[in-house]
C-alpha cells in the first residue's frame, strides 16, 4: 500500500546536478537553481540533460542510478535529475492531479537557468513512466514562457489515468520539437498508443518482454519488469549500445520482413529527429540488450 496523497509543495522537489562523482550530487530547489551555473563543473558548452523519475521511484533507485552511471561513462554532457520523490508516493490519482503544477514549477526554474545562459538548444528531457507526463508538462510550460525544448524522450510513459485522458492531457508530439517514445509494457503500465514523433516498440512494445517472467504477482518487481525495460535500453543506448530498427506496419509484418527494405534507424539515445512513425525492433533477453543490425532483421 502506498500512503494518501498531499497537496503538492513545490519545496519538497530537488533537483540534482551529476558532477565528477556522481555519488554526490549536488542538490538544489526551484527557488535557488541559478546557483548550478556557478557550479565550476556544469559546462554551458555541453548539452544538459534532465532526468525524470516516475511513480514511487527515488534517486537512490536502481531505475535512475543505472541511467546516471550511463552518462557518466558517455561523458560530455550537464545531467541533471528533477528527484519529485517527496511528491511521488502518495495515491496514484493524487500525484496525477499535481503533475501540472510541478511542470509549471520546474519550467520556471529551467526557465531561469536558460536566461542565465544556458543554451536552449542542448536541452533534452527524459522521462520514465509518470515522469514522461511530466516531462511533457514541464515543455508545454515552457514553451508558454518562449522557450521550445528541442527534444523530450517518453520511456514507457504511463497508461493509468491517460489514455483516455481522465484527468490531464497527456504529453504528445506538440510538446517538444522532437518527441522519441520507447514502449515496452504497451497497455499494461505503459501507453498502448503510438504518441510521439517516432514510436519505437522494441518486441512489439507489449508485456512480456524476453527475460521477464511470464506470470508475476501484480505490482511486485517482477511484475513492472517489462516497464522497466524501457530505461534499461535507453541506458544501454546512452552508453553506445546500437538498437537498430525499422519502420514498419506492426509487429508481424515485421517479423516477416516485410519491412527490410526499409532503412535502419536506432533507437534510444541516437534515435535522430527527422524519424516518423513507428519503428520495430528485436532485443536480447539480457544486458546487453542490443543486437545491432540483427535486431532490424
Known amino acids: 500500500m502506498v500512503p494518501r496523497g498531499r497537496v503538492a509543495n513545490s519545496k519538497d522537489v530537488r533537483i540534482l546536478y551529476y558532477g565528477k562523482d556522481i555519488n554526490k550530487p549536488v542538490v538544489y530547489h526551484y527557488a535557488n537553481i541559478k546557483q548550478l551555473l556557478a557550479d565550476p563543473e556544469f559546462d554551458l558548452s555541453k548539452p544538459t540533460s534532465l532526468y525524470i523519475h516516475g511513480y514511487v521511484e527515488q534517486a537512490t533507485d536502481d531505475s535512475i542510478l543505472t541511467v546516471v552511471r550511463a552518462y557518466q561513462k558517455r561523458g560530455g554532457h550537464n545531467l541533471l535529475l528533477l528527484d519529485w520523490s517527496n511528491l511521488g508516493f502518495g495515491n496514484y490519482i493524487n500525484v496525477i492531479l499535481d503533475l501540472k503544477l510541478l511542470?509549471?514549477?520546474?519550467?520556471?526554474?529551467?526557465?531561469?537557468?536558460?536566461?542565465?545562459?544556458?543554451?536552449?538548444?542542448?536541452?533534452?528531457?527524459?522521462?520514465?513512466?509518470?515522469?514522461?507526463?511530466?516531462?511533457?508538462?514541464?515543455?508545454?510550460?515552457?514553451?508558454?514562457?518562449?522557450?521550445?525544448?528541442?527534444?523530450?524522450?517518453?520511456?514507457?510513459?504511463?497508461?493509468?489515468?491517460?489514455?483516455?485522458?481522465?484527468?490531464?492531457?497527456?504529453?504528445?508530439?506538440?510538446?517538444?520539437?522532437?518527441?522519441?517514445?520507447?514502449?515496452?509494457?504497451?497497455?499494461?503500465?505503459?501507453?498502448?498508443?503510438?504518441?510521439?514523433?517516432?514510436?519505437?516498440?522494441?518486441?512489439?512494445?507489449?508485456?512480456?518482454?524476453?527475460?521477464?517472467?511470464?506470470?508475476?504477482?501484480?505490482?511486485?518487481?517482477?511484475?513492472?519488469?517489462?516497464?522497466?525495460?524501457?530505461?534499461?535500453?535507453?541506458?544501454?543506448?546512452?552508453?553506445?549500445?546500437?538498437?537498430?530498427?525499422?519502420?514498419?506496419?506492426?509487429?508481424?509484418?515485421?517479423?516477416?520482413?516485410?519491412?527490410?527494405?526499409?532503412?535502419?534507424?536506432?533507437?534510444?539515445?541516437?534515435?535522430?529527429?527527422?524519424?516518423?512513425?513507428?519503428y520495430y525492433l528485436r532485443t536480447a533477453a539480457e544486458s546487453p540488450f542490443a543486437l545491432g543490425e540483427r535486431g532490424a532483421d
Open 103 to 278: 511542470g509549471e514549477e520546474t519550467a520556471k526554474a529551467m526557465a531561469k537557468l536558460l536566461k542565465g545562459g544556458l543554451s536552449i538548444d542542448g536541452l533534452h528531457l527524459i522521462g520514465h513512466s509518470l515522469g514522461a507526463h511530466l516531462g511533457g508538462f514541464t515543455c508545454r510550460y515552457l514553451k508558454n514562457l518562449g522557450y521550445k525544448v528541442p527534444r523530450l524522450t517518453a520511456l514507457d510513459a504511463a497508461y493509468p489515468g491517460f489514455y483516455p485522458a481522465l484527468f490531464l492531457k497527456p504529453l504528445s508530439e506538440q510538446d517538444a520539437r522532437f518527441v522519441d517514445v520507447i514502449h515496452t509494457d504497451g497497455g499494461g503500465f505503459g501507453a498502448p498508443l503510438a504518441i510521439g514523433h517516432a514510436d519505437f516498440w522494441p518486441n512489439e512494445g507489449r508485456a512480456k518482454q524476453p527475460g521477464c517472467l511470464p506470470l508475476t504477482v501484480p505490482l511486485t518487481v517482477e511484475d513492472f519488469c517489462s516497464h522497466w525495460r524501457s530505461w534499461r535500453f535507453w541506458a544501454e543506448s546512452v552508453e553506445g549500445g546500437e538498437f537498430a530498427a525499422r519502420r514498419c506496419s506492426g509487429y508481424d509484418a515485421f517479423l516477416r520482413g516485410h519491412c527490410r527494405t526499409e532503412p535502419i534507424v536506432y533507437m534510444g539515445y541516437n534515435a535522430t529527429s527527422l524519424l516518423r512513425g513507428n
